[in-house]
């Protein structure tokens, strides 16, 4: 055990019960507590994944038929922009960070984060950041209409709203920077005695690689829109061409953030499935190793792919090849993953519980949109598919399947822990399949769409596109109302659900967090797991062999 972790296990001794008798206010207005932060940082990013629901809704119900029906070109591209920049930044990466903070610590054996009240300050930046994004609506000019990669010169002429969104960009880069921050430190300073790095649990990996490149690229993104604040209105010419600036160069710098940030919304997601998978199929994970050493490639990678994303504005072709064989590349370690995943499961006594569920369809999914993307990596393809619904086709199959169905599984995975009741099982089936077939129904014919040449990003459209996006819109419209179904199950799993959870009701399940009762009690781990019970889990899991030491 190492000296951090000891300091921090004795004050938290001293003080071992005093929250539980603090007021509403005390307790989540100035929460330090790992578990409580964690479910403030989930509720809200659910509440933001309902808000940028209800506008994918509105762009769908737009583009139901050809022709103007609801909303006037300036809104709907407010509408898409504020989707992207909602969905992205307020709901997916703070429902990871939530994840994080409720489980790494129960995970690692450690009592809380590394540095608690900064974990405080980290969630209550998120609460403004979401409110400028929601007033830009209403201020002279409206929202940002940008799209949410906010490329000039669009972005330099916007009204008001513009400035809204790089400032509430500003505030959700810094949460990200300061939360990255507590995981690094505390998976690095105050894990169980006898968890050395390769005996981690998988999330635990994923969520370390992830904050690592959160750190590495959110300053990158604040410095590109802080330079587009100045040219805004301190007269600078970064990306103004009329002064000897140059729009391009907004670009790459964007996506020098932008594709590190699809591996921040995938990584975690590869992390709970690792977790889920091994669980349900009662066996250890095929290839631990290997998937640690994937997972260092993949972000390694994502920071030297940002071309591909540029095909089209103008590249020499030796350049071309070359982002185009480095985003291949990033296929190998992807792959390695899925294939641990199925060898994992192969001839596992697998049973098929909502979680397990959730994972499987993430894998399927996940893969149908890493070929798309691998599709999209060829060149001369992409200069052909630019800003085409088969890009929104792409990147939803590997953000909602992906990291959105990874969050679901893990939520019935752990609901059990943080409840303290077990859900509806039945109910969350139904919400699986719900979703998997509807989710299917609304991004698929995009595949369609974009083959055919249907521009994204647009409110009206050509005739003959218009029965694959009344499909889209009728399967948005069923799987919105699936998420509904969702939240009511976890609501009435908080009101006491079908019965009180063991403290381990998953039989495959081996990690540290299910040796605490459920719910897991507002202090855990004060005083660290002990060797005994560390060596248990990881002999269960399969990590105490000599080539984990």
């Not at 808000?51 to 898409?80: H, K, S, V």
């Not at 009204?159 to 960009?169: Q, S």
């Not at 049973?351 to 993307?373: A, D, K, Q």
């Not at 990690?511 to 060596?535: D, K, M, R, Y």
Request: hydrophobic share 50%; charged share 10%.
């Amino acid at each position: 055990m190492t000296t951090a972790n000891d300091a921090l296990h004795a004050p938290s001794h001293d003080h071992a019960h005093e929250e539980h008798h603090v007021s509403f206010v005390q307790r989540w207005f100035y929460a330090t507590n790992h578990k409580d932060i964690g479910t403030l940082y989930l509720w809200f990013a659910f509440s933001m994944f309902i808000t940028g629901g209800i506008m994918a809704l509105c762009i769908r119900a737009e583009l139901f038929q050809p022709g103007l029906q609801f909303w006037q070109p300036d809104f709907f591209n407010q509408l898409t922009t504020l989707h992207g920049v909602i969905m992205v930044f307020g709901a997916i990466m703070p429902a990871f960070t939530g994840l994080a903070n409720w489980m790494l610590p129960l995970m690692i054996g450690a009592p809380d984060m590394a540095f608690a009240r900064m974990n405080n300050w980290s969630f209550w930046l998120l609460p403004p950041a979401a409110a400028l994004l929601m007033i830009s609506f209403f201020v002279p000019g409206g929202a940002a209409a940008g799209g949410w990669t906010l490329y000039p010169p669009l972005s330099i002429q916007a009204g008001m709203g513009m400035d809204l969104a790089i400032f509430a960009i500003h505030l959700l880069g810094l949460s990200s920077i300061m939360g990255s921050i507590n995981i690094v430190t505390t998976v690095l300073n105050i894990r169980a005695p006898g968890m050395t790095m390769l005996k981690m649990p998988l999330f635990g990996w994923t969520m370390l690689i992830t904050a690592y490149l959160l750190i590495a690229v959110a300053p990158v993104l604040a410095g590109a829109v802080t330079m587009l604040l100045t040219d805004r209105h301190f007269d600078t010419h970064f990306f103004k061409a009329v002064g000897g600036g140059d729009p391009v160069l907004f670009q790459h710098i964007f996506w020098f953030f932008g594709h590190p940030e699809v591996y921040i919304m995938a990584l975690p997601a590869f992390g709970i499935v690792s977790q889920i998978i091994p669980t349900f199929a009662r066996k250890p994970l095929f290839g631990y190793v290997s998937m640690v050493y994937a997972t260092c490639s993949i972000a390694i990678l994502s920071f030297m792919v940002w071309g591909h994303h540029m095909f089209a504005v103008g590249m020499p072709a030796s350049t071309q090849l070359f982002f185009m064989f480095l985003t291949m590349l990033i296929a190998v370690p992807t792959g390695v993953k899925v294939f641990n995943w199925i060898a994992t499961m192969w001839q596992g006594s697998m049973t098929f519980e909502t979680p397990m569920l959730f994972s499987i369809g993430f894998v399927c999914l996940f893969t149908v949109g890493g070929f798309s993307g691998l599709i999209l990596a060829i060149a001369p393809v992409d200069t052909q598919m630019q800003d085409t619904y088969y890009v929104v086709a792409h990147f939803h199959y590997v953000l909602v399947a992906g990291a959105l169905f990874s969050l679901f599984g893990a939520t019935y995975y752990w609901l059990p822990k943080w409840t303290g009741y077990m859900y509806h099982e039945g109910r969350g089936q139904f919400h699986f399949w719900w979703s998997m077939i509807w989710f299917n129904v609304t991004f698929f014919p995009m595949h369609f769409l974009g083959l055919a040449g249907m521009p994204r990003r647009i409110p009206d459209y050509n005739m003959q596109f218009t029965d694959f996006n009344a499909m889209a819109t009728v399967g948005a419209f069923c799987f919105g109302l699936g998420q509904i179904f969702f939240l009511f199950n976890v609501i009435h799993t908080i009101r006491g659900g079908v019965g009180k959870a063991p403290a381990s009701p998953w039989e495959g399940a081996n990690t540290l967090e299910w040796e605490v009762a459920s719910p897991a009690p507002h202090h855990t781990w004060e005083t660290p797991p002990s060797l005994e019970i560390v060596e248990k889990g990881l002999k269960a899991q399969g990590l105490l062999g000599d080539h984990h030491e």
